[in-house]
């Protein structure tokens, strides 16, 4: 029973407390909008001088607004037959998405496997696939090249699909991700008459898509900047994806920069859609992968 001197002293420890409680939340969300500053500013800038005229982005100081404000840059990046910014666009958007499929369907059924069934080196089988994380991936370039090279892949899209589709972060994400779904949800889909296949696209699967969005954005962003490896094996110009394309931009003695930040634009928007669009889910399967190891 609540006594009126014990609400007094209540109310008075509160008006105490608010002070230093208010203080904290202003210095929290200082420490917010400063941060989202810093992450914000080069975008703005990117945007801004990717309106400008090929002048105006070379005024020093430079300037914040676009004086006139000019399509220059897009208008380069689009009626530019030597550079054919929107292919490689194109290019990149089909490897990426086809890439972060493969990544799924690979990842899920090893997943599955190495969560769910009971096989003899089971354990040694996930601890190579986790050691492979470890080796950096520069060492493998060339290996990879003799492979592909074998195959008749080199200079096709499919160079930059399919290797790298057999994702050792993705069997260790979704096995995590499996071993925290209830086992009695499984358990009721047996005694249902289902078999393991069914278990797993029917049971599994649907529960598990905060983790699939996750490591499909994660798969995506990650063909979406690749660099390096496309260098090595794409050669002819109308296969180049964004990341190589956009660096034959920046010509040899002078940098067009509106023409560079509309394509860095260009890069970035699918990016920023992907991470709107899928962001709850991202949270979600980041949160639950990590409850049970």
């Known amino acids: 029973m609540t006594t009126p001197i014990r609400t007094a002293v209540d109310r008075r420890a509160g008006a105490t407390r608010a ?3 208010a203080l904290r939340h202003g210095a929290l969300y200082a420490t917010l909008v400063a941060l989202a500053l810093v992450f914000l500013t080069p975008l703005v800038w990117m945007v801004i001088t990717s309106l400008k005229t090929y002048t105006g982005a070379q005024q020093i100081p430079p300037t914040w607004l676009p004086d006139p404000v000019s399509g220059y840059g897009y208008e380069q990046i689009v009626n530019n037959s030597a550079n054919p910014v929107l292919r490689w666009f194109l290019n990149s958007m089909l490897a990426a998405t ?4 493969l990544v799924l369907v690979t990842a ?3 997943a599955y496997a190495l969560a769910r069934m009971r096989f003899r080196g089971r354990g040694v089988s996930f601890a190579l696939i986790v ?3 470890f080796i950096p991936p520069t060492s493998l370039i060339i290996p990879n090249f003799l492979i592909v090279d074998t195959l008749d892949w ?3 899209l499919t160079v930059v699909i399919v290797p790298g589709a057999a994702s050792a972060f993705g069997v260790f994400f979704l096995r995590q991700f499996f071993l925290s779904l209830p086992r009695e949800l499984e358990e009721a889909a047996v005694l249902d008459g289902a078999n393991q296949w069914q278990i797993f696209v029917r049971v599994v699967l649907p529960l598990s898509k905060p983790a699939l969005a996750t490591l499909a ?3 995506f962003l990650t063909n979406w900047n690749d660099f390096l490896w496309p260098i090595f094996v794409l050669f002819s110009p109308e296969k180049l994806t964004l990341p190589p394309g956009l660096g034959l931009l920046q010509g040899a003695y ?3 920069y509106p023409v560079i930040m509309a394509g860095a634009v260009l890069a970035s928007v699918p990016v920023l859609i992907l991470f709107v669009f899928a962001q709850r889910h991202i949270i979600q399967g980041v949160s639950r992968s990590g409850l049970k190891g």
């Open 19 to 21: 002070p230093g409680t």
């Open 98 to 101: 086809l890439h972060a499929l």
């Open 108 to 110: 899920s059924m090893a």
């Open 131 to 133: 050691g492979t994380l």
């Open 154 to 156: 080199i200079d096709t």
């Open 217 to 219: 954005v994660l798969s």
């Open 254 to 256: 002078v940098t067009d």
